[in-house]
């Protein structure tokens, strides 16, 4: 069983449908605490290490093989805190980073949240000396997008994230920095590759549950 770590109720159907389309009978068992983003947000990520230490024990208990954080805020957190979970524990954007950097060393970050700016920058800049590899990251916050999630405008989020990847033309790769961004990789119209996190990220993580 691959337990996942939301903090967000709408990332449950995307990660099944996900599932359900390249892992078929792979047990999820999903673990929602939107405090967790909106306490990381206010205090700092390492402000929730200890709630996010307590989720990965329950998760354990209860018979996860592998454990995948699918916020890029306290991804960095949930990887540090796995350290002692006794099963992988995945930040879901880490493939994605790797990828961005084999890309090209030009890298654009879109985000929606302020706050998953500087966790997806150090990850990027980390996959980068880890392939020896030059990197450039430029960031942006998508104005008026989060609102736009919070209120359930999904809709309209997607289109405000599609509408900023398509304003990027000096870069080598695009990465939207949050999961819930993804559906705008397939809306952009830009002719610059534009990286989404699930996808590969919950790939890596069935994999870790099966080795595990």
């Known amino acids: 069983m691959l337990a996942l770590l939301h903090t967000s109720s709408m990332h449950v159907p995307v990660f099944d449908a996900l ?10 068992r999903h673990h929602v605490d939107a405090e967790l983003l909106d306490r990381a947000r206010r205090d700092g990520p390492e402000a929730v290490t200890d709630a996010v230490r307590a989720v ?20 960095a957190v949930a990887e540090a805190a796995g350290a002692g979970a006794g099963v992988p524990v995945l930040r879901v954007d880490r493939p994605m980073a790797a990828a ?26 980390e996959e980068a000396r880890r392939a020896g590899r030059p990197v450039e990251v430029r ?12 209120t ?3 809709e309209g989020y997607v289109k405000r994230v599609a509408e900023a990847a398509d304003a990027v033309t000096d870069a ?5 920095a949050q999961a819930s961004m993804a559906p705008a990789r397939e809306s952009a119209g830009t002719a610059v590759p534009v990286l989404a996190s699930p996808a590969p990220g919950l790939a890596a993580a069935a994999a870790a549950a099966r080795l595990a």
Do not use: K, N, Q
């Open 19 to 28: 599932r359900d389309e390249a892992h078929p009978g792979l047990e999820l």
């Open 56 to 75: 990965l024990r329950r998760a354990v208990a209860e018979g996860a093989r592998a454990v995948l954080c699918t916020c890029s805020t306290i991804g």
């Open 100 to 125: 961005a950097v084999a890309a090209g060393p030009r890298v654009a970050v879109l985000a929606a949240v302020e706050s998953t700016l500087a966790p997806t920058v150090a990850l990027i800049e």
């Open 139 to 150: 960031t942006r916050v998508v104005d008026d997008a989060w609102s736009r999630f919070e």
């Open 152 to 154: 359930g405008d999904t």
């Open 172 to 176: 080598d790769v695009i990465v939207l």
